[in-house]
């Protein structure tokens, strides 16, 4: 052997073939565009409709409006015992303490519900002031409210009671 092939005096290849190098080596597989694409589409679609359901959701809950008497009684068999807010006046004559709360009726025009609140009643709770009561009636043809919580209904204007003797106090050093 004389010189002339080279070939031959080089050791044979122990394991793998080196990966070629160079323009005609071929590139690593790719992951498909459209594949990346609409994973990244579904999860945007998932998270405006989570968006969208939790302000559907928090929006409609802070929405709660209320039935006045005469709508109450109207519906009664379809709000059955579910709860809602029931509006009207408190009806002069009606308060009367019980060991569990108080009774009294709510009305609105000739329209009339006994109510039967369990608790407290506000501080400024009285005849002839606008309620609402929070709570269900008794059973779907009950004419009896039954409330959990008393809010009173007011303006947002404050008119003081005595506004004629309120300077006069101020000046005399009476007023507090």
Do not use: W
Request: net charge neutral; hydrophobic share 35%.
């Amino acid at each position: 052997m004389t010189g002339t092939d080279d070939t031959a005096l080089e050791p044979p290849p122990s394991g793998p073939e080196p990966p070629p190098s160079g323009p005609e080596a071929p590139t690593p597989p790719r992951r498909p565009v459209r594949r990346h694409r609409l994973r990244l589409a579904v999860m945007f679609c998932a998270l405006a409709a989570a968006v969208v359901y939790l302000l559907v959701e928090g929006l409609g809950s802070s929405l709660n409006y209320y039935e006045t008497v005469h709508q109450a009684l109207s519906r009664k068999a379809a709000l059955g015992t579910t709860v809602f807010r029931l509006e009207g006046t408190v009806a002069p004559g009606t308060i009367h303490p019980t060991a569990d709360g108080t009774d009294f009726v709510v009305s609105q025009g000739s329209a009339r519900v006994a109510v039967q609140s369990v608790g407290s009643p506000p501080e400024l709770f009285d005849k002839d002031i606008p309620v609402i009561v929070i709570g269900h009636f008794a059973s779907p043809s009950s004419d009896v409210f039954m409330s959990n919580q008393i809010m009173e209904k007011h303006s947002q204007y404050y008119s003081p009671v005595h506004t004629a003797s309120a300077p006069a106090r101020a000046k005399s050093g009476t007023a507090r």
